[in-house]
């Protein structure tokens, strides 16, 4: 629970420190579903891997779309449907992050691409 809150702690410094700028997702009681969309081409290697708090969040869906499909290789995008479970509306802070990292997995010498998102339940 603890190693939780730091590992937690030390993703919402990263923007503070420069390493990647999160993004803020607002969701409320009413409105507890939201999609994240971002470029991908599998074609290349590449693949998101995601990480977030299965606690506070479910992940309902996840749909990769090629946007110009008669192109070999074509690029596309990713789009991720989350919903905040009910409890993540009664916890303290009333936030969360989401870690997307665009990675080859085999390749550890890559320079993966990585994301944050901040969730605040309001």
């Known amino acids: 629970m603890f190693r ?3 590992i937690s702690v030390a993703l919402m410094l990263f923007p ?3 390493f990647a700028e999160a993004s803020t997702i607002t ?7 939201f999609k994240i969309t971002e470029p991908s081409n599998s074609t290349t290697g590449y693949q998101w891997r995601v990480d977030y708090d299965k606690s506070l969040l479910t ?3 996840v749909k990769n779309y090629v946007q110009y499909s008669k192109l070999i290789g074509a ?5 991720w449907v ?7 509306f009664k916890k303290l802070p009333k936030q969360t992050q989401i870690h997307l990292i665009y990675e080859r997995p085999w390749d550890k010498k890559d320079n993966p691409t990585e994301l ?3 969730v605040e339940f309001k």
């Open 82 to 88: 989350f919903r905040a479970k009910p409890n993540a």
């Open 16 to 18: 503070m420190f420069g």
């Open 59 to 61: 992940l309902r869906s």
């Open 116 to 118: 944050f998102f901040v």
């Open 4 to 6: 939780k809150f730091l």
């Open 27 to 33: 969701v409320t009681q009413q409105s507890p579903e």
């Open 75 to 79: 690029g596309g995008k990713t789009i």
